[in-house]
Nanobody
Framework: QVQLVESGGGLVQAGGSLRLSCAASGRTFSDYAMGWFRRAPGKEREFVAA??????STDYADSVKGRFTISRTKNTMSLQMNSLKPEDTAVYYC??????????????WGQGTQVTVSS
């Protein structure tokens, strides 16, 4: 089992920045690829970014490329979000599991953290 806890969400104006963190405990964190997903109001949860178990490979949704950066250390994962837009407003979830950009690839999920971007 892996327990994941997100933090760092909040309210920010368009053009601003936020940094989300995901703290992991339980089984060896470094065994898993990690990802960020988000669910906007009235929409399905969607892929945001992923990072391999080694940190050597990353993947991003087209909508966040060039603005968001995913990274990881031994027991944490982060998502640096710059140039935020109102359409980035969502609940952001971190996940651990296999490599990929679909929910089915991930076995463990955090509870989510709210990000709200005002125009």
């Amino acid at each position: 089992q892996v327990q994941l806890v997100e933090s760092g969400g909040g309210l920010v104006q368009a053009g601003g920045s936020l940094r989300l963190s995901c703290a992991a405990s339980g089984r060896t964190f470094s065994d898993y690829a990690m990802g960020w997903f988000r669910r906007a109001p009235g929409k399905e949860r969607e892929f945001v970014a992923a990072i391999s178990w080694s940190g050597g490979s990353t993947d991003y949704a087209d909508s966040v490329k060039g603005r968001f950066t995913i990274s990881r250390t031994k027991n944490t994962m982060s998502l640096q979000m710059n140039s935020l837009k109102p359409e980035d407003t969502a609940v952001y979830y971190c996940a651990a599991g296999g490599w990929g950009n679909h929910e089915r690839e991930y076995d463990y999920w955090g509870q989510g953290t709210q990000v709200t971007v005002s125009s």
